[in-house]
């Protein structure tokens, strides 16, 4: 029984203790520099210092982005041509032989080709080995190469003189 009472006690101080801690205000023990007006490049050129934060698009101009990829014509309308036009224009790579219809084989052709691509012993089945070959590839971002933080600002001395 005294197990009980004392878990249910320390249970009760955890409890105080968390609202103690979410109660109290947050306060930060580091002082962040002030950000400098004026950043001179490697050329030499002053620069206005970079914002705050960084503007986004908001929802409606992605949505007229997007309209306007679709609006050809630029009417501010979009009619059921220009609507299907990119499917047309994929329907039409995909129809090989041109008869207004795809085949089983044409509309499969891309995974038939990279199944025959990926069976290198052309012997109709893959190993897992020629299996791997068939994942689909990334895009290769490029990645940014940044200075070190000491080499690209400027320091108090410069600031001040």
Same mark, same amino acid.
């Given at each position: 029984?005294?197990?009980? *009472?004392? &878990? &249910?006690? %320390? +249970? *009760?101080? *955890?409890?105080?203790a &968390?609202?103690?801690?979410? /109660?109290? =205000?947050?306060?930060?023990?580091?002082?962040?520099? +002030?950000?400098p007006? /004026?950043?001179?490049?490697?050329?030499?050129?002053?620069?206005?210092?970079?914002?705050?934060?960084?503007p986004? %698009?908001? =929802? @409606?101009?992605?949505?007229? /982005?997007?309209?306007?990829?679709?609006?050809?014509?630029?009417?501010?309308?979009?009619?059921?041509?220009?609507?299907?036009?990119?499917?047309?224009?994929?329907?039409?790579?995909l129809?090989?032989?041109?008869?207004?219809? *795809?085949s089983?084989?044409?509309?499969?052709?891309?995974?038939? &080709?990279?199944?025959?691509? %990926?069976?290198?012993? @052309?012997?109709?089945?893959?190993?897992?080995?020629?299996?791997?070959a068939?994942? =689909?590839?990334r @895009?290769?971002? +490029?990645?940014?190469?940044?200075? =070190?933080?000491? %080499? +690209?600002?400027?320091?108090?001395?410069?600031?001040?003189?």
């Amino acid at each position: 029984m005294w197990r009980y *009472l004392a &878990g &249910g006690v %320390a +249970a *009760l101080l *955890l409890v105080a203790a &968390g609202v103690l801690v979410f /109660k109290s =205000p947050a306060r930060s023990d580091t002082m962040l520099p +002030a950000a400098p007006m /004026k950043i001179e490049a490697a050329t030499g050129e002053a620069q206005e210092a970079l914002p705050d934060s960084v503007p986004e %698009a908001s =929802p @409606k101009t992605r949505e007229e /982005k997007r309209f306007n990829r679709y609006d050809k014509d630029r009417n501010a309308l979009i009619t059921r041509e220009e609507y299907l036009a990119s499917r047309r224009k994929a329907f039409a790579k995909l129809d090989t032989d041109k008869d207004g219809r *795809l085949s089983f084989d044409e509309w499969a052709v891309k995974t038939t &080709g990279k199944f025959a691509a %990926a069976d290198t012993d @052309k012997s109709g089945t893959m190993t897992p080995k020629e299996f791997v070959a068939t994942a =689909p590839k990334r @895009k290769v971002r +490029a990645q940014v190469k940044c200075p =070190p933080a000491g %080499a +690209a600002s400027p320091t108090r001395e410069e600031d001040e003189g």
